[in-house]
């Protein structure tokens, strides 16, 4: 909760694909697009390094949308880019 009263939602996770994944913090309405197991596109997107680690998210110009499942075949949830420490 802000001081203002408004209540800000935040979600952190792993997203995926076939040829790797990453962690990732979304705030505000894309947070209701989030359930395990959903198929999502994230769309002009950015990337963060936050203690040496890779972490992916939207501001004010990205979109996170829902996506058909079959454009996703398999995830590969080993192959974590955040897992390495950029320095």
Do not use: M, W
Not at 32 to 39: P, Y
Not at 57 to 83: C, H, Y
Request: hydrophobic fraction near 35%; charge should be negative.
């Amino acid at each position: 909760t802000r001081p203002s009263g408004d209540v800000l939602k935040i979600c952190e996770g792993i997203v995926a694909d076939e040829s790797g994944s990453a962690n990732f913090k979304f705030e505000g309405d894309n947070v209701a697009l989030i359930t395990k197991g959903a198929t999502i596109a994230i769309r002009n997107g950015r990337s963060d390094v936050i203690q040496e680690h890779i972490k992916l998210g939207v501001d004010k110009f990205g979109r996170v949308t829902p996506e058909d499942a079959k454009l996703v075949p398999s995830t590969n949830t080993e192959k974590n880019i955040s897992s390495i420490a950029y320095t």
